[in-house]
């Protein structure tokens, strides 16, 4: 049944992020971030649906990555980089002759940028992860060790300079509007307040747990002694701080090892000398 329920969020994230793309930013000559966007600019350029242009993309990106990292990482972005475009094309059938017209531009931003951001924050809610140009931001950090959002914000301001070249510079205006709305909420949703998540595990099953998180997700961590306070029973803590964006695979995978496991999780507002100790 919650699987069940997943894909159905997934469907219905595709489908709001299609549904903002072909409503709203295809028929205004507008761009949003990442891929979508690049999918978009293609489109104005050479005629070929948009869909069609980011599932390209979203292939190349993948198999690109996948010399990089791990293929399980670029795994949980197949998905999502697939249904994404294919719902673009078939959304772009029935929505092509409708003319949706909103009074004010400004609307027309503000609903685009919502609809997009959230349909993306659905699917990071749901452990799904979206977007290979947060893909490509993963690969950056893996190789360079330095993690941080500035890489996919560089490929949309090279995005923006091509839309204002290509169109004026008061797309470019609606379309940075756009894409700061859309990336504010998928951002929020993909890392939560911060960038980084402190887990604290006591489990039964201690040897299983410590392999997922060194070995599978290949993390560090730190094991306490502790006494419960009123079993008097003695147990041992793992503590741990991960990337936000891993949060879902570390939570879930912890249950499905062991479905009895004490879990707290919290905010890490910053992280000094990560591989420290």
């Not at 690049?38 to 980011?54: C, D, E, F, K, T």
């Not at 004026?168 to 700061?180: C, E, K, P, Q, W």
Request: proline letters at 2%; one cysteine or more.
């Amino acid at each position: 049944m919650k699987s069940f329920t997943r894909y159905l969020a997934l469907i219905f994230g595709c489908l709001l992020i299609a549904t903002g793309y072909n409503l709203f930013i295809i028929p205004n000559n507008l761009i949003t971030f990442g891929v979508d966007g690049l999918g978009a600019l293609l489109y104005y350029s050479n005629g070929l649906p948009a869909g069609v242009n980011i599932l390209i993309i979203n292939i190349i990106v993948i198999l690109t990555c996948s010399l990089f990292v791990d293929k399980n990482h670029i795994s949980d972005y197949i998905l999502s980089s697939i249904l994404i475009p294919v719902f673009i094309l078939i959304t772009n059938i029935f929505m092509h002759s409708i003319v949706f017209e909103l009074p004010e531009m400004m609307l027309v931003l503000i609903v685009a940028g919502v609809l997009i951001g959230y349909g993306y924050s659905i699917l990071y809610k749901q452990g799904y992860k979206a977007g290979t140009t947060f893909l490509i931001e993963d690969v950056i950090g893996h190789i360079t060790n330095v993690h941080s959002n500035i890489y996919s914000w560089f490929i949309d301001a090279i995005l923006l300079v091509i839309e204002l070249l290509q169109f004026n510079y008061m797309l470019a205006l609606y379309s940075l509007f756009i894409i700061v709305i859309a990336k504010y909420i998928t951002i929020k949703a993909r890392f939560g307040i911060n960038d980084s998540k402190m887990f604290y595990v006591i489990t039964s099953k201690e040897k299983e747990v410590k392999d997922y998180i060194i070995r599978v997700l290949g993390y560090e961590l730190t094991v306490l002694d502790v006494k419960g306070g009123f079993s008097k029973k003695q147990n041992q803590i793992f503590l741990c701080v991960i990337q936000s964006g891993d949060y879902y695979r570390l939570k879930e995978g912890i249950k499905s090892i062991d479905p009895g496991a004490f879990i707290a999780i919290t905010d890490t507002y910053d992280v000094i000398n990560r591989k420290a100790f």
